[in-house]
């Protein structure tokens, strides 16, 4: 126990949570993410105005729909940004949309999932590169399937509404092109255009349930998500990505993470890119 926590958080405290997240999200947390744990759970108390882990735990228990959604957005809300891990946009636009306005180019339909898609920069991102990419994208059938197990991160995804130093990464001939000037020259925000917002559809999902999609993706975004999980978790899933992927479907993961005894279903074809193996 930590003398300087305002509130209890014993071992007890913290395996109980650590199993309740396994359970509803497939997460796996270390003893390392302890204090991560402590400091964003600690907020939900403050929140509820509760004295002790203790009363949380049994409103978890008697009464889970009333916090079940906070509980699990408290823990798994992360940052990202935009043109993050950019190589894969460079792919994306240079090799992979190439060869599928070939492939396509009858049934001119193309569908892209980014997978955990957090507060939208890389959905956003995938958007850019499709416009940038496809001279006549609007005569093409092309949709975007954003979704994040948080609810709070896919509102803020769906406003399109993001401070100027989230955006500091991102040229100004693409700022000017795709993002709306603030309405006073010191308001701290920007917003994506339209034109972007219109190819994504924001959606909560937990990787861990059953997906509602019916057809196939052509592309797969899913970074520095499966690092949570645990490999029997990461076997599942990649299995699941391989069936949902199109014969000639492409994968793009985090740099961190890697397939190997995981799955043979996919063929290393660059930095953190697999295709779909035949």
Not at 30 to 56: I, T
Not at 99 to 117: P, T, V
Request: aromatic letters at 12%; one cysteine or more.
């Amino acid at each position: 126990m930590n003398n300087n926590h305002e509130f209890d958080f014993t071992d007890k405290h913290f395996n109980w949570f650590v199993n309740l997240v396994m359970d509803k999200t497939g997460i796996a947390l270390s003893d390392k993410k302890r204090e991560l744990v402590y400091s964003r759970l600690a907020r939900c108390l403050r929140r509820l105005k509760f004295n002790s882990f203790d009363q949380y735990i049994e409103l978890l228990k008697e009464r889970p729909e009333d916090e079940m959604v906070e509980f699990v957005n408290s823990i798994t809300t992360n940052l990202t940004n935009f043109y993050r891990e950019a190589h894969h946009f460079e792919y994306l636009g240079g090799t992979v949309l190439k060869y599928l306005q070939q492939q396509r180019r009858q049934e001119k339909r193309i569908r892209i999932w980014s997978a955990g898609c957090s507060t939208g920069e890389e959905p956003y991102t995938i958007a850019m590169t499709l416009r940038e990419s496809i001279p006549d994208i609007d005569r093409w059938d092309i949709k975007i399937l954003a979704t994040d197990i948080d609810t709070n991160v896919l509102a803020k995804a769906s406003e399109g509404i993001y401070q100027k130093e989230r955006i500091n990464g991102i040229n100004n001939t693409r700022l000017k092109k795709w993002f709306l000037k603030p309405s006073s020259s010191d308001s701290p925000d920007v917003k994506v255009s339209s034109k972007l917002k219109e190819l994504i559809t924001f959606k909560q999902l937990n990787l861990m349930h059953n997906w509602p999609m019916k057809g196939q993706f052509d592309i797969l975004f899913c970074r520095n998500v499966v690092i949570y999980f645990n490999k029997d978790t990461q076997r599942i899933l990649f299995e699941r990505f391989s069936n949902i992927l199109k014969e000639d479907g492409c994968m793009f993961i985090g740099h961190s993470e890697n397939l190997h005894k995981i799955t043979d279903r996919f063929n290393l074809i660059g930095k953190s890119i697999h295709k779909k193996a035949a």
